[in-house]
């Protein structure tokens, strides 16, 4: 990139800098003059001439209003592009996004505002420019609007070179005059814009040669291609829609779920953020050399169960999301020991770069290459890992690659291929010096082991902290006394007890105070304090009196069904789902209502959240996989499988069908499908990708054969309805999971028949 300097005399001179190494710099936008010989080009800086062109005056403007800003360093797109060189001009098109989204500055220089008052009689030139303003004709052309939205400061000038005000003060004005909602000119990623709301921002505007006014939007699509100037505006569009899809496809296939999503929804499961209770992390010295640090890039936070590690990683991606510039990218992934979604390492990088891309589309060409070449196996297959590695660690050391902050939380919760991952952040993350790192774990060996390989990282012990984490739990004891005081009408004596319970028996542990206040949320306040000195001060004995609870209730069995379908299933299943795999009591079918009222028998344990089950946290389902095999009134985990497999088979049975979804027509789109209201396909979307792996999972080998040989149910199932699973499948956007299953299982009949010659054989 090429970058303008001007000097004391009034002299400019141009400096290319390697991608990667620009140092900050302030960017003018303007419109070009009518007559394009008044600019001043490439050719003419660098010959020293062209100082007497009336272009000059902006060119001034823009050096003496960086200087101002103490940015030495300026570009203009008139003169720091050499338009002769066509690859150049190519780059640059491709380029210009990126380097107005990356200018500490943007100026617009609004050569047809004035300031000056029309008549001596005008109380204010106020008057005189607003009208002006929005008429410019800046809003009409077509390369100003990525101008506006890429940066993030925004600063509009007169004619005169006086400042009228910024993207933010007069976001009213510039929405009456493109109609661009205030969250777009924020800076929020345009991706969440509609293809059709951003088209719309360019309809009227205009372009000097008819191809730019798609050239123009690259950017704003997130896509690059070759400029073809001559082949007339369809054929660019037609380009551009092209790329557009291709990627869309790409991002898509990638994606397993929003981090954004995953974020939110595990705050509203455990109770949602206290803010003060996670304040101290960001104040605490660990935090804040790791913050500003070149040889600590890498926060390890460790602690024990139930500390509040993941509330902290929560608040600290708040707390980044508010600090950071625009222009830097903050990418998470929230492990789920519970969720197979977001419990692989290959998870884990898919989540991170989905949050990168989607940020930063100009990186998406890093996952396009390989995309193209292996379609949506590149994300699936057994070489995903090397796969993923290899793009992630691309994205990295890509020069462009804005400063970056990357979040995995509860890496123990992370059940395939964890030293693989542990392995790939110790090493990546002393090489890239954009990218910081922030971590969390349990006190585990095995993680120790690899991450104190990291060269350079910050370890934060929350037991090593342990008067920060008690004050934070104090605060949030009470937080949560206040809420149950107002929503229970506690008296004060009552206020008092609950909250020096509390505080006498929390031994610095959050999770342990949630459960308690959950439990207690249900009772009236006279009920509370008898409750409370019911309630064990340890989590497992908590858990256990909770477990109590639910097996002396009148509903019991239900309780401890469900619990088992809710412990063993590979991912949370909706309310639908489960009552395909327990018996539920007559008139229950159906109703949600009712559903969610007997889910709420076993609420000290299960949450619901979008008609979606979880475990209020996962103790509490390791509690349930550790007492399982010792009770024998509990359930065994075996014939849980065996019993969601065989129901599964039986809900899709009976649901699968030719044309499920009544669309008449073969060969429609998927994109173009709408699943009904009432979806037939809602209550065995679990059972269609998940039958397989409950059958291998749930007896022997042998026994399992058999369910897959002549006339077992497995075998049976296939032969009548496997053309409507693979229909449900490519509704459900599976196909590849179908795959997957029909390996395994062709894999175990393998392995079986290897296993019977070996026999026969000795
Ligand atoms: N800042 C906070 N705001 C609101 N609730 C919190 C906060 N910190 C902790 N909690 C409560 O404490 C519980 C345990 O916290 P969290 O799940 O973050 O612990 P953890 O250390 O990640 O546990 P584990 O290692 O077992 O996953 C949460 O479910 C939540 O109810």
Redesign the pocket.
């Known amino acids: 990139m090429r970058l303008l300097q001007y000097d004391d005399n009034g002299n400019i001179s141009l400096t290319e800098f390697d991608e990667g190494n620009i140092p900050e710099y302030a960017i003018l936008s303007h419109t070009w003059e009518q007559d394009d010989s008044k600019e001043v080009t490439y050719a003419e800086v660098m010959s020293g001439t062209g100082q007497d062109k009336e272009g000059f005056k902006k060119i001034r403007f823009c050096g003496e209003q960086a200087r101002q800003d103490s940015l030495p360093y300026f570009w203009v797109d008139t003169c720091c592009i050499n338009k002769q060189i066509k690859a150049e001009l190519s780059h640059s098109i491709n380029s210009m996004f990126r380097w107005y989204r990356n200018a500490s500055r943007c100026y617009v220089y609004l050569s047809d505002v004035s300031t000056r008052k029309r008549k001596a009689s005008d109380q204010s030139s106020e008057h005189t420019w607003a009208l002006s303003f929005r008429e410019s004709r800046w809003f009409t052309r077509g390369w100003t609007l990525q101008e506006l939205l890429a940066p993030a400061s925004v600063d509009f000038f007169s004619l005169e070179g006086k400042r009228l005000g910024n993207k933010s003060s007069l976001q009213n004005q510039i929405w009456k005059a493109t109609n661009i909602p205030p969250s777009a000119l924020q800076g929020g990623s345009l991706s969440q814009f509609h293809i059709d709301e951003r088209m719309g921002w360019i309809d009227h505007r205009q372009t000097g040669r008819e191809e730019d006014k798609a050239y123009s939007l690259l950017g704003i699509f997130g896509v690059s291609m070759v400029p073809m100037y001559g082949e007339g505006i369809a054929k660019a569009f037609d380009r551009l829609w092209d790329k557009f899809r291709q990627m869309q496809k790409c991002m898509q296939d990638l994606r397993l779920t929003d981090p954004r999503d995953d974020k939110k929804r595990?705050?509203a499961?455990?109770?949602?953020?206290?803010?003060?209770?996670?304040r101290w992390v960001i104040e605490s010295s660990d935090f804040q050399k790791w913050r500003t640090s070149q040889h600590n890039r890498l926060l390890w936070i460790k602690?024990?169960?139930?500390?509040?590690?993941?509330?902290?990683?929560?608040?600290i991606a708040d707390e980044l999301q508010k600090s950071l510039p625009k222009s830097a990218l903050l990418s998470y992934v929230f492990c789920q020991a519970t969720d197979s979604r977001i419990n692989r390492a290959t998870t884990v990088l898919r989540g991170l770069i989905y949050l990168l891309v989607d940020q930063q589309p100009s990186l998406v060409p890093h996952v396009q290459t390989s995309y193209d070449k292996a379609g949506e196996a590149l994300f699936e297959d057994a070489n995903t890992w090397v796969a993923l590695t290899k793009i992630f660690s691309s994205i990295l050391q890509d020069p462009n690659l804005n400063d970056t902050y990357l979040i995995i939380?509860?890496l123990?919760?992370c059940v395939d291929d964890l030293p693989r991952l542990l392995e790939f952040i110790s090493q990546t993350s002393s090489v890239c010096p954009r990218v910081r790192w922030v971590v969390?774990?349990?006190n585990w060996p095995e993680i120790e082991k690899m991450l104190d390989t990291a060269m350079q990282k910050q370890r934060l012990c929350?037991e090593l902290n342990a008067d920060s984490v008690s004050a934070?739990?104090a605060t949030?004891i009470q937080?949560k006394v206040d809420v149950l005081s107002r929503q229970n009408h506690y008296k004060s004596e009552t206020r008092d007890t609950v909250q020096q319970y509390l505080s006498l028996n929390a031994g610095g542990?959050?999770?342990w105070?949630?459960?308690v206040c959950?439990e207690l949320s249900r009772l009236s306040g006279w009920k509370a304090v008898q409750r409370l000195k019911s309630l064990p001060p340890e989590l497992d004995a908590l858990y256990q009196r909770m477990l109590d609870q639910i097996m002396a209730s009148e509903d019991s069995e239900l309780c401890i069904s469900i619990l088992a379908v809710a412990s063993t299933v590979y991912q949370p299943i909706t309310v639908d789902e489960l009552v395909s795999f327990v018996n539920m009591p007559n008139g229950v079918d159906g109703e949600y209502e009712a559903l969610a009222e007997i889910i709420g028998y076993c609420r000290s344990f299960l949450v619901i959240r979008e008609r979606t089950i979880f475990f209020?946290?996962?103790?509490a389902k390791d509690f349930l996989g550790k007492r399982a095999p010792q009770d024998p009134f509990l359930f065994k985990t075996q014939d849980v499988h065996d019993n969601i497999f065989t129901r599964s088979l039986q809900a899709m049975s009976q649901t699968l069908k030719r044309d499920v979804y009544n669309l008449r027509a073969p060969g429609t789109l998927l994109d173009t499908i709408e699943p009904p209201i009432l979806d037939p396909l809602a209550s065995v979307r679990y059972s269609c990708l998940y039958w397989a792996d409950h059958l291998l999972d749930c007896q022997t080998r042998e026994n399992t054969i058999k369910d897959i040989k002549d006339s077992s149910s497995a075998y049976n199932f296939l032969r009548r309805y496997f053309l409507y699973w693979l229909e449900a499948l490519s509704l459900l956007k599976s196909v590849s999971e179908g795959v997957i299953i029909i390996r395994k299982l062709e894999d175990l009949q393998v392995r079986f028949l290897c296993g019977l010659i070996a026999v026969r054989l000795s």
């Open positions: 595990i705050e499961t455990k109770g949602g953020l206290v803010e003060e209770a996670y602690g024990d169960a139930g500390k509040g590690k993941t509330m902290l990683l929560c608040g939380d509860a123990d919760e969390s774990s349990r929350l934070a739990v949030f937080t542990t959050f999770l105070v949630a459960l959950q209020v946290h996962q103790s």
